[in-house]
């Protein structure tokens, strides 16, 4: 077989067979998918909404201290808003037991040192602006807590706060949120449509792989690839709107003067109708070379394949025995 009659099969395949290469592309695709989502999946954190929710809360607020401006000791404000009568009423508000994980906190660290106690207030020197975080467990309960300091602050009793004004600069908000950043999410969008693509592709080819397989183990003939044939073989492939006179033609016309027409299946009488109308006598039809007398000389022969009912096996018979006939020209025309 040449490779333009190759391709063209293949061609012919693709366009016969494309529900099952579609499906196949399909079901690739998503596979590809699936498996990607499963192994960006955290499974270590699946069960646990405070390990994949624990983002500290952040509260800012200035103080002015009347006649003196800024008022600047965080320390001081981290101390008394940690206090046990305060630290009771926000825990009463919040419903989050705060002072057990602020006494765990204290037993382990130096307090007064550490930046990264459960409750802690920290100025920014530039501005005097104070951020207040809280964490004490999952975002949830830090946002929580965050608020009743929120609302502590704006309505605090303590004479501390006598001679001085406090402005909060925003509500209560995470830290970092656990949102994935706009960035963060075009790299993955454009990650998961890149494995959609490359599983789409091989997908496709999967898919012509099967539709190669099932007509390449089907028994009957169904493309020019799928069963062998020598390159000095005249090949004649008629599409289906062929004219029977013209199958006729393609199978009469030669210049030798001995043919053995060979079909497993019985030529259609509107087929013979047209054979015979052409004034030539040189023609046996047999339904196998082993039918042929052996005292006949056959010049050329002529094989009909009947695509989707001519089998492998009985045309592979006749090319074995044609071993008995060396100098015989071969016409192959599938129909």
């Known amino acids: 077989m040449d490779i333009k009659t190759f391709v063209l099969e293949i061609v012919g395949l693709i366009k016969k067979e494309k529900v099952t290469i579609i499906i196949s592309a ?14 960006h999946f955290d499974f270590d954190n699946m069960n646990s909404e405070e390990e994949v929710s624990s983002v500290p809360a952040k509260l800012d607020l200035y103080i002015e201290q009347e006649n003196l401006g800024a008022f600047a000791n965080s320390y001081l404000i981290e101390t008394l808003i940690t206090e046990p009568e305060v630290v009771s009423e926000i825990s009463s508000v919040s419903n989050v037991n705060i002072s057990t994980i602020l006494n765990a906190y204290a037993e382990e660290n130096e307090v007064i040192y550490s930046t990264e106690d459960p409750i802690n207030v920290e100025r920014n020197t530039s501005s005097n602006i104070m951020m ?40 209560p908000e995470l830290i970092d949120d656990p949102v994935v950043s706009n960035d963060t ?52 492939k008629e599409i289906e709107s062929t004219p029977s006179y013209k ?26 109708k047209e054979m015979n109308k052409f004034n030539t006598k040189n023609y046996t039809i047999y339904n196998q070379i082993a039918n042929i007398p052996i005292e ?40």
Not at 26 to 39: C, F, K, P
Not at 247 to 272: F, V
Not at 305 to 328: A, C, F, G, M, V
């Open 26 to 39: 399909i079901i690739v695709t998503i596979l590809a998918i699936a498996i990607q989502l499963v192994a």
């Open 132 to 171: 207040m975080t809280v964490n004490v467990g999952s975002s949830k309960d830090n946002t929580a807590v965050a608020k009743a300091y929120y609302n502590w602050f704006e309505n605090t009793p303590a004479p501390f706060f006598n001679d001085k004004q406090i402005f909060l600069i925003n509500e």
């Open 296 to 335: 006949i000389k056959v010049d050329e022969f002529v094989f009909i394949i009947k695509r989707n009912e001519t089998t492998k096996k009985w045309y592979s018979k006749q090319r074995n025995d044609l071993k008995l006939y060396p100098n015989s020209r071969v016409k192959i025309v599938e129909i």
């Open 185 to 236: 999410q075009s790299k993955s969008i454009q990650f998961f449509i890149v494995r959609a693509v490359i599983g789409l592709i091989f997908g496709t080819l999967v898919g012509v792989i099967v539709a190669l397989l099932k007509v390449t183990l089907s028994d009957k003939i169904r493309y020019g690839f799928t069963y062998g044939w020598n390159t000095k073989d005249i090949y004649i």
């Open 247 to 272: 199958i006729a033609h393609d199978l009469l016309n030669s210049q030798l003067s001995s043919l053995a027409i060979l079909s497993e299946q019985p030529i259609s009488d509107d087929l013979k």
